[in-house]
Nanobody, 124 residues
Framework: QVQLVESGGGSVQAGGSLRLSCAASGIGFSGYCMGWFRQAPGKGREGVARIKVDGSTTYPDSVKGRFTVSRDNAKSTLYLQMDSLKPEDTAMYYC??????????????????WGPGTQVTVTV
């Protein structure tokens, strides 16, 4: 049974930092493409980071230079370091996994497995 569990969310002032973690079980973690997504109230699910099996990463312009995704295959854990946080970063953050048989686009529809999410709130 695949299980992804996020942690590390919370409330932080603008300009601050948070580090999210996602513990994976039930999958061969090292062979999966992993992603971080977020969803604010009334908005669609937006991809904020993707890390492939080979460790290569992708970010949208909205977070590039502020967010860093990494993975520890030995611990089956995915991380998202978020710096210089802005109020518009406020959202529920989700980690996701997909076996990259057909590629690994930073799109919610491309991922098969999802965690329940962790809330990030950035205050002014």
């Amino acid at each position: 049974q695949v299980q992804l569990v996020e942690s590390g969310g919370g409330s932080v002032q603008a300009g601050g930092s948070l580090r999210l973690s996602c513990a994976a079980s039930g999958i061969g973690f090292s062979g999966y493409c992993m992603g971080w997504f977020r969803q604010a109230p009334g908005k669609g699910r937006e991809g904020v980071a993707r890390i492939k099996v080979d460790g290569s990463t992708t970010y949208p312009d909205s977070v590039k230079g502020r967010f860093t995704v990494s993975r520890d295959n030995a611990k089956s854990t995915l991380y998202l370091q978020m710096d210089s946080l802005k109020p518009e970063d406020t959202a529920m953050y989700y980690c996701a996994a997909v076996r990259p048989t057909w590629g690994c686009q930073l799109s919610a529809s491309a991922f098969d497995y999802w965690g329940p999410g962790t809330q990030v709130t950035v205050t002014v």
